[in-house]
């Protein structure tokens, strides 16, 4: 039980890329809890990386198609 | 520091409703607080190796270049997000670029923790027409969210924008600083006043965030706005005092109930 549960802090810790002492405040949460708010965080991180990921391409795609890769290297788009 | 407040403002960067969030019970306003500054945290630092090359490339070309490729081509969230790592007085230059849209779409993809700096620099005249357009679309939770980390004179400016005494409250709702808010309220004229209280009075989600900014005041202007309050409603601080009576809040309102 112990050990699910420090996983599960693990987990927050690295989903959050930080160090496990910083989210032991969420050691206050029950497994479900956690494994819920896992899920969420998952869940809006994609929904951002994706709102962003489709920003960068949108601008891109206004560049003329010869820079496009040069760019994409350079900024590692 | 306000549990309901934050967990809003927490629901709000998790796409979630916030009764979907009731198993975070556990966790109090400032443990809510950490965990969403760190998830804001997350999600800059996730890409902030590209946007540090941008903004570093941003600095070799002239701002009213650098301005059109914000808007022509990175658009507002790109922008938002470059802000972070762009120099201070570049983003003030680059600001006065931008019209009032750009900016304001811009302002919704910001964390105003990270944007704080900037918010201190750039002229409140700037931010007259930001404040107007997110009125105007009712993006309360957005302004709340920046009135925290405005320096304090201009929030006071950028609250005389806000016509509508209940969108004012609306407003509060989503800023957790309700000290600030107190000190905001306390220099408004006392027909402003009133009408925040009257709009309150009819609402009670509203009245709420009435409690808790007099709750922040201290007792002279408790006074005050106990005199107002009764202009507004006679019976109004009586029926407070007895919905408030198990309250933990009561005892720091007691210069208004017993004025």
Redesign the interface.
């Known amino acids: 039980m112990a050990q699910t549960h420090s996983t599960a802090l693990a987990s927050l810790a690295r989903?959050?890329?930080?160090p496990p002492r910083?989210?032991a405040?969420?050691e206050?949460?029950?497994d479900?809890?956690r494994q819920?708010?896992t899920r969420?965080?998952e869940?809006?991180?994609s929904?951002?990386?994706q709102?962003?990921r489709d920003?960068?391409e949108?601008?891109l795609n206004?560049?003329p198609r010869l820079l496009r890769i040069p760019i994409r290297t350079?900024?590692?788009? | 520091m306000d549990r309901p407040t934050e967990l809003r403002r927490l629901a709000r960067l998790l796409h979630r409703d916030t009764d979907a969030l009731d198993y975070l019970a556990p966790l109090d306003a400032a443990h809510l607080m950490q965990l969403r500054r760190l998830l804001q945290e997350a999600f800059i630092e996730r890409f902030a190796g590209t946007f540090k090359r941008l903004a570093a490339g941003g600095r070799l070309i002239p701002d009213a270049l650098n301005a059109k490729l914000c808007t022509g081509v990175f658009g507002p969230a790109l922008t938002a997000n470059l802000s972070y790592f762009t120099p201070i007085d570049q983003a003030v230059r680059l600001a006065k670029h931008f019209d009032d849209d750009f900016l304001t779409d811009t302002a919704r993809h910001q964390v105003p923790e990270r944007a704080q700096a900037l918010l201190a620099a750039l002229p409140v005249e700037i931010m007259r027409g930001v404040t107007r357009k997110l009125l105007a679309a009712q993006e309360f939770a957005i302004m709340g969210g920046f009135t925290d980390y405005l320096p304090e004179d201009k929030a006071l400016v950028l609250v005389k924008e806000i016509h509508g005494p209940a969108e004012r409250l609306r407003v509060s709702a989503y800023a957790q600083r309700k000290d600030r808010i107190a000190r905001i309220m306390a220099q408004l004229d006392d027909d402003a006043v009133a009408a925040q209280i009257a709009a309150a009075a009819a609402e009670p989600e509203l009245m709420h965030e009435v409690v808790l900014t007099l709750a922040e005041m201290p007792a002279p202007e408790q006074q005050r706005m106990a005199r107002i309050s009764d202009r507004v409603d006679p019976a109004l601080r009586g029926a407070l005092k007895a919905q408030l009576a198990a309250d933990p809040i009561a005892p720091r309102m007691s210069a208004y109930f017993e004025a």
């Open positions: 989903q959050l890329g930080r910083d989210v405040f969420l206050a949460l029950d479900a809890a819920q708010l969420d965080i869940h809006a991180q929904l951002h990386a709102s962003l920003a960068m949108g601008a206004q560049l350079l900024f590692g788009l």
